[in-house]
């Protein structure tokens, strides 16, 4: 009973936290791939690094080796009373759904996936109109008026990159041919650079020109098959411009960099709301990249067509279909 | 323009076959003396990171290739000691090298480049760059590793020493071979040409490393060599096969058919095993292992 008072006192103290108007203990926990993978995991280390260079407030996070992790993971940062967490991938959410359950007062945040727990925020982004904007821009750029997409494994997230690019390139050019590949079905298809470079040969040989990826590692192997063949490829998540400069078209930007500082800054302010958050262009969670890499490769012409897209989808006068919304693209 | 399509595709058929035709080679150089290797992707892995690791860091392809090739036979000698001379279980200890190598080329590539293990894109200089028909030298290579495979096999007397030591290991003693120095010269060569799998892999088809880029490759040029029976030039025409169906499952992939509309993805990629096994049940009669397969060999 005696030996049971330090730990009574400790739990005291733990709750009495957060009402002393403490300062928040923010942890992320990094999808497999980790925090330097040049992908989302990295706009997520960049997003808390940002953040802790603003504010001061020290960031906690990890790096999972395999998928037993996850939990073990999201319950230890829980337990040791960090607040916010965020699990970067949607391959947390089943993880999370049971931690969250346990921690009813500890706030999470999902990224790229929507978990229905009370004390979960869920933030997604609206992938459709960031690859509606890079679908203009290639079907801008192709000679051959036939470009092509790749997609890593096949899930109703990666066909909403295919709809959107195709819409875009549809918007730039009615009659332009699009090739669609997905990498495959399993886990495997986000890291199998090789068979991304031969679909991607397959498309060019098929007189494709501009070719977008969506496949992770995969698509590596299809931006370095397009830029050994002398076409364009299309980045997605990070900055890829700069992996093959010149053969690099653009890159479709999903700002989870910016997701993370909104989460962990409304955390702070005392705003933070639960429920599903979407990011779009509005909200600055997609965009497309311009740097030096790319500079040469857009015209202005090009550039004032991505301009005045983005301000019609802002403005509501464009509206991208969403392929998750019924599960079909619009031809 | 049908012209045209036919060369892309048996050019992508010839690519995709590479590293199958080497690892199933090697596959088979380890069982025909008698010791089944299931660890062949572990090595693939472990020379494909060498391989660009190095290259990547040296920015020179041949001192790439010497370190995957280098890789890949420190795994296959660690394994030829625990498997040959401590008479270790095969089936085990592949396993643990197939652990080993994605485990470890992950470990090392975070710590190195801090890219999630990948190695950087590596310039052109630091690959193998196809010179011919849109083929490299390690694609011709592999025919050429087949045929001396072959010859060596066939018509050597080291080649019928290390077919005694898969067969009868007893009778290769009785006749004064040493079965431990043949079953470690095989295991040597399965590293060796494991390696340049993967080098295929990292060097010439991709241009850098990727955790489990070998996508199960190892496991596909198995089921290979038990389709070809563990021969050399069943084992080629297998490889060439199953990249064939790889070729053709990626321009076939979400084009119509006549008659059977669009066939999934998945229908092609299950192809390989699905012949593997259907073949084997019924068509090309069973495939026999190497007598001693699996078995260390001890000396009364």
């Not at chain 1, 993880?95 to 945040?109: G, H, S, W």
């Not at chain 1, 090789?194 to 977008?212: H, M, N, T």
Request: hydrophobic share 50%; with cysteine.
């Amino acid at each position: 009973m005696r030996s049971c008072f330090p730990l009574a006192l400790l739990v005291v103290a733990r709750l009495a936290a957060p009402a002393l108007g403490a300062e928040i203990k923010p942890a992320i926990v990094y999808d497999l791939g980790g925090k330097f993978d040049k992908s989302f995991n990295e706009g997520a280390f960049r997003g808390g690094e940002r953040f802790t260079a603003e504010t001061g407030v020290a960031l906690r996070d990890f790096e999972i080796q395999n998928d037993a992790q996850r939990e073990q993971a999201l319950r230890r940062f829980a337990r040791d009373g960090a607040s916010p967490v965020i699990a970067v991938g949607f391959s947390h959410a089943a993880a999370l759904d049971k931690v969250a359950r346990d921690f009813p007062q500890t706030p999470f945040a999902i990224v790229d996936m929507v978990v229905d727990r009370p004390n979960v925020k869920s933030i997604v982004f609206r992938e459709h109109e960031g690859s509606y904007l890079v679908g203009l821009l290639a079907a801008m750029a192709s000679k051959s008026g036939k470009i092509g997409f790749v997609g890593g494994m096949d899930i109703p997230l990666i066909r909403k990159f295919a709809c959107g690019y195709r819409q875009g390139a549809r918007r730039a050019n009615p009659g332009v041919e699009i090739f669609e590949n997905m990498t495959g079905v399993t886990g495997a298809a986000w890291a199998d650079p090789v068979k991304g470079g031969e679909l991607a040969r397959a498309q060019i040989d098929r007189g494709a020109d501009v070719i977008y990826q969506a496949a992770g590692g995969t698509g590596i192997g299809v931006l370095r098959a397009a830029a050994d063949a002398g076409k364009l490829g299309v980045g997605t998540d990070a900055n890829q411009n700069g992996l093959f400069p010149g053969h690099v078209l653009t890159s479709m930007l999903k700002r989870v960099d910016n997701a993370v500082i909104r989460a962990f800054s409304t955390a702070r302010a005392g705003t933070w709301t639960s429920g599903v958050e979407s990011l779009g262009l509005r909200e600055e969670g997609v965009g497309w990249a311009l740097d030096d890499n790319n500079r040469g490769l857009v015209t202005p012409a090009m550039k004032d067509a991505a301009d005045r897209a983005v301000d019609a989808i802002v403005s509501g006068d464009i509206v991208v279909h969403d392929y998750m919304a019924d599960s079909r693209c619009p031809p | 323009m049908a012209m045209e399509n036919i060369l892309s595709f048996l050019g992508a058929a010839l690519r995709l076959s590479t590293p199958l035709i080497y690892a199933c080679l090697a596959g088979l150089w380890s069982e025909r003396a008698g010791v089944i290797d299931v660890g062949l992707e572990g090595k693939m892995l472990a020379g494909a990171f060498a391989g660009a690791a190095v290259a990547a860091l040296t920015g020179d392809v041949g001192i790439g290739l010497a370190a995957a090739v280098a890789a890949s036979m420190t795994l296959a000698a660690a394994q030829g000691f625990v498997e040959v001379e401590r008479g270790g279980d095969q089936i085990v200890c592949g396993m643990a090298v197939n652990m080993i190598g994605a485990g470890v080329t992950a470990f090392v590539g975070a710590a190195l480049f801090a890219e999630g293990g990948r190695t950087p894109a590596l310039p052109r200089e630091a690959r193998v760059l196809p010179f011919v028909w849109g083929q490299d030298a390690l694609t011709l290579g592999a025919f050429g590793v087949a045929a001396i495979t072959a010859f060596i096999l066939y018509r050597t007397r080291f080649g019928l020493r290390l077919r005694a030591a898969g067969e009868n290991p007893r009778a290769l003693d009785a006749a004064g071979g040493s079965v431990r120095a043949t079953r470690h010269a095989a295991v040597a060569v399965c590293g060796l040409l494991c390696g340049l799998s993967g080098a295929d892999l990292s060097l010439a088809q991709a241009a850098g490393f990727l955790p489990a880029m070998t996508a199960g490759k190892g496991f596909i040029a198995l089921a290979a060599l038990v389709f070809a029976k563990w021969r050399p030039g069943a084992a080629l025409a297998t490889c060439l096969l199953f990249g064939g169906l790889d070729a053709a499952a990626i321009r076939m992939e979400g084009a119509p058919l006549p008659f059977l509309g669009v066939i999934p993805t998945q229908a092609f990629q299950a192809l390989p095993y699905l012949m593997t096994v259907v073949l084997l049940a019924g068509f090309v009669g069973g495939a026999r292992p190497p007598a001693a397969a699996g078995q260390p060999y001890r000396r009364e």
